[in-house]
Nanobody
Framework: QVQFVESGGGLVQPGGSLRLSCVVT????????MAWYRQTPGKQRELVAS???????NYTDPVQGRFSISTDRAKTTAYLEMNDLKAEDTAVYYC????????WGPGTLVAVVS
C-alpha cells in the first residue's frame, strides 16, 4: 500500500522560496509516475507538477519556470522546490501518483502573504 506524508510548508512572502517533501511509505518511484497537487478552499485539487519513472518532468503553466519536482529513491522522498512564490500559489499541497490515485496524505499548507 502506497502512503504519502507531506511536509515543508509554511508562511512566506511573495518572491520567497520553499521546498516541500513527501515521504512515500513504499518506494513507488520505480513503478509509478509521481506528482504534486494543490488545493485551495472551494476549488478542485489541481495538478502542479509530475515526474515519470525515468525522470521526465512536466509542469503546469502557472508554475512553469518557478517550480522543480524531483525524487530521491534512497530516501523514498519526492520534493517540490518552489521559487518566486506568488499569492496565487497559496494552497494545501499534496503528493500522489500521477495516475491511479491513492489515498491522500495530510498535505502541507503553503501561505504566500505580504
Amino acid at each position: 500500500q502506497v502512503q504519502f506524508v507531506e511536509s515543508g510548508g509554511g508562511l512566506v512572502q511573495p518572491g520567497g522560496s520553499l521546498r516541500l517533501s513527501c515521504v512515500v511509505t513504499r518506494n513507488a518511484f520505480a513503478f509509478y509516475d509521481m506528482a504534486w497537487y494543490r488545493q485551495t478552499p472551494g476549488k478542485q485539487r489541481e495538478l502542479v507538477a509530475s515526474i515519470t519513472k525515468s525522470g521526465t518532468t512536466n509542469y503546469t503553466d502557472p508554475v512553469q519556470g518557478r517550480f522543480s519536482i524531483s525524487t530521491d529513491r534512497a530516501k523514498t522522498t519526492a520534493y517540490l522546490e518552489m521559487n518566486d512564490l506568488k499569492a496565487e500559489d497559496t494552497a494545501v499541497y499534496y503528493c500522489n501518483l500521477l495516475r491511479d490515485l491513492r489515498a491522500w496524505g495530510p498535505g502541507t499548507l503553503v501561505a504566500v502573504v505580504s
